[in-house]
């Protein structure tokens, strides 16, 4: 595997584009890159589909739910993106199955 600082991209293109970068980010992460001048915006495109809630998450800094199924959404099956639970019903999920026991 081979590395590349791909924020070396950032001053190759000049300030008159934006540099925009996405995978792996979380709040803090997405955060000091930005402070550091390193990109101009963070894209956060699976994590929307798998956290429907995802400003929310950021801003409370709640947990991310990071298994994204590929094979759901965008007419893969009934299953769709929109089966993804928010932080509060997967918290209320726990709760009521902890009760169950």
Known sequence: DIEIDIYQFKKLLGPRTS???NRN????KGL???QDGKADAIVFGRLYIS???LAS???KEQELNTNYDMTK???CGSDEYTSYPTCENRLYD???DHAKI
């Open 73 to 75: 959404g965008w007419g």
């Open 25 to 28: 980010y979380n709040a803090s």
């Open 57 to 59: 998450r950021l801003i």
């Open 32 to 34: 000091k890159t930005l």
């Open 94 to 96: 726990v709760l009521h």
């Open 19 to 21: 540099f925009f970068v």
């Open 51 to 53: 956290n429907p809630d």
